[in-house]
C-alpha cells in the first residue's frame, strides 16, 4: 500500500463520519420531505408505497386556498410583532441592567430569565388559564381597574393572545444575547461621548445602538427562525385554531392528524413545511449577505 | 495540488456513497402485503404479546393494567404500552410499515373505518376474534364490506346530568325536559335564581365533534349536509348558550374533563358529559341525575357510540402467530367471566346485552345509561373512512359557532364555509 493510498484512506476516516450523520440527519429527512410534497401519499400508500407522482400540483392547490394567504398573513403577523417586541423589550432591559448601579440588579436579572427556564407546556397551560374568558386572572385585572372582560383564546383574538404569550417567552433570550453584546462595548467610547456633551439618549442611539448592530442581526435572525417554526406555546394555547393558525401549527396538524383534523395530510403538510424551510432560508441568506456587506 | 485535491475529492465520494447507502437502509423491505395470509387457528402464541391501548391514565400497575395482563396465556407475557388515541393509530401505522405492529391494539371506534382502508388490519375470522352476541350498532365502525375487523368490548354514551340541588332550589322538574324549548327554559330559570347553566366540551377535533352530534343528530341534521339549516339549527343552540353567557366561553377549548370539572364546581346546572364519569357524578359534593339529551322537538337524540375496538394489526412475517397471540388475549378480554370485569375495569357498558343486564343488575348508577348505549349510533357507519373529513369540517363550524357567541349570521356563514383543508 502506497503513502497516498492510505493517506486517502484516512481522510475517508475523518470525513465519512460527519458525511454519514449529514446525510443521515439533515440530507435524507430534507429530499424525504420534498419527494413527499411531490407525490400524492395517504395512509395506505405512505405504508405499502405507490403514492402517484403529481409533480407541482399540491404546490399549486395550496398556494391557491384563499386559506393559505389568510395563514401566511397570520404567521408573518406573529412573526413580526412578536420579534419587535422581543427585541424592543429585551434591549430597553439590558441597557437598564447594563447601567446596573443598584442592589438586587443582579438578583433581578436573573429572575426575568425564568421564562425560558419553564418548560413551554407549564407556561403555556399558565398563560391559557390566566386567559381563561370565565374566570382567568387577566379578566379579573381589566374588571378592577374598570375595563370589560376580554374573551381572549377566542378565534378573533387568538392571535393577540399567541403573541403576548410568545413575546413574554422570548424576552429572556434577547435579553442575554444583547446584555452580553453591552459588555462588549468598550465603557471609554461612552465616557468620550459624555465628555463631549452628548446625553444618554443620544450615547444610545449613537454609540450603543449601532455598536451592538451585529449583535442585534444575530438575535434577530435566530429569532425569526425560532418564531416561525413556533408551535408548541400555541398549540397549547389554542391548538392553532381561529387566526392563532400558522404555517407551522398547520403543518404540524396536517403531519400528524391532530387539531379539527383527524386524517394526516402527508403531501400537503410536506408542501406547508417546505415552503416554511424556502422562507427561513431566504432570510438566513439574506442574513448572510447582510454581514458580509457589513464585513467589507 | 492536483493530485491532492482529487485524492481529497475521491475521499468524499467515497464517504457521501457509505453515507447514502447507510441512508437507504431506512427504507423497509419487510412491509407486509395488505390482505396477505395468516390464520390464527394454524398459529401458536409467541413468548412476549404486545399489547397497545389509548389509556395512559391507567398506568403499570393500575387495576387496568393487571386485568390486561392477567389474559396472557400460558407460557407468555403481555407488554402494554399505552398512548393518546391520535398517536396510537399515528404509531399504528408507522408500525405497520416497519413491520413491527403490536398483536392486539385497542382503537378508537371512529378510527376503524380508516385503518381498515389503510389495510393495517387484519379481519376478524383472520385473527380468531369471535363478533358473536355483540350489539349491531356497537359492531357497525368495525365492518366494512360486511366484513368485521375486530370487536368493541364495551360502549360508553353521552347524556345531560343535572345538579338536582341547583335545579330543586330554581324549581325545575328534570322529567319536564323533553325537547330544546324545555331545556332552554330549565336553564333560563335556573340562572335566574343566580346558577350558571350547562357546561360541554367544544374542544376543536373529534372529542369535541363527539359531544356536538347529539344536537346536530338531534336537530336532525346529516352528516352528509353540514350546510343544511337542521344543522345550523344546533349550532345556533350552542351558540345562544355562550352567548346569553349560560355555558361557560371556555366551552370551545375545554376537553371533556375540562367540562366535568367545571361541572363538578357546583355551580353549573347542567353538563354533557359520558357515562365514564358516571360513578364520579354519584360521589360529587351535591346530588346529581341523568337525563338523556333531548331532540329539538322533543324525543331522545341519538348520540354517537363511544368507545374502541379490540383489533389485530397486519403481519407479514410469522402471521398466524401474531394473530393466534390476539385471539387468545381478546377472547379473554371479551369472553366469559373477564368481560364483565374488563368493562366495569374501564367504566364502559358491556357491548353484550347479557353482560350489560348483569352490570345494570349488580350497580343501578348503569340503568340510565342502557338506552343510551343501545340506541347510539356510529359516526363511521354512514360515510366510512369519509367521516374524519367530514368530522374535520363540522368540528371548524361548531368552533365558528361557539365564537359567534349567539350571532345567527355568523353560524349560519361557520356551517356553510366548512370544508376548506386549512
Redesign the interface.
Known sequence: MTRSRRGAWAAVGFVAPLIVFLVLFYAYPLTQNVLMSLHRYDRNTFVYGGAPFVGLDIYREIVTDPRFWKVVEQTAVFTVVSLFFQYAIGLALAVFFHRGGFRLSSVLRAMFLIPWLLPVIVSGTTWQWMMNPDSGVLNALLDTVGLGPVWWLSSGHALMSVVIANIWLGVPFNLVILYSGLQNIPADLHEAAALDGAGPWQQFWRITFPLLRPVSLVTLLLGLVYTLKVVDIIWIMTFGTGTSQTLATTSYGMAFGKGSSAVIRYSEASVVSTILLLVALTFGLLFVAVQRRQES | MT?TTQ??C???A???T???S??AC?SSEA?P??GAGGDAAQGSTTATITFWDPYPQHTDGSEWDEHVKACAPEGSTIKRSSAPQ??L??QL?TA??EGTAPDIVVLDN??MP?AV????LATADQAGISTTGVDENLLGPGVVDAVAYGVPFGSNALGLYYNADLLESAGVDPASITDWASLNAAIEQVVADGGKGITFSG????EGVFQFLPWFWGAGADLSDLSSAEAVSAGRLLSGWIGKGWA???A??DNQSAAWDLFLTGEYAFAENGSWFASAAAEADFATGVIPIPAEDGGVAPVPTGGEFAVAPVHADDASDHYANAAAVIACLTEGDAALATNETLGYLSAKPDVRGEQVAANPLWEPWVGPVEGAQGRTTELGSEY??V??SL??AE??AL?A?GDDAAVESAFKEAG???
Request: glycine share 8%; proline share 6%.
Open positions: 493530485t485524492r481529497r475521491r475521499a468524499i467515497l464517504a457521501l457509505a453515507g447514502v447507510l441512508a431506512g412491509t402485503e395488505p391520535t398517536d393509530f399515528n401505522t405497520v410499515k371512529p378510527m380508516e382502508s389503510a389495510h393495517l374542544v376543536t377535533g373529534e361557560p366561553k371556555s370551545a377549548t374524519v373529513d368530522s374535520a368540528s371548524k368552533q365558528g365564537n357567541a376548506s383543508v386549512f
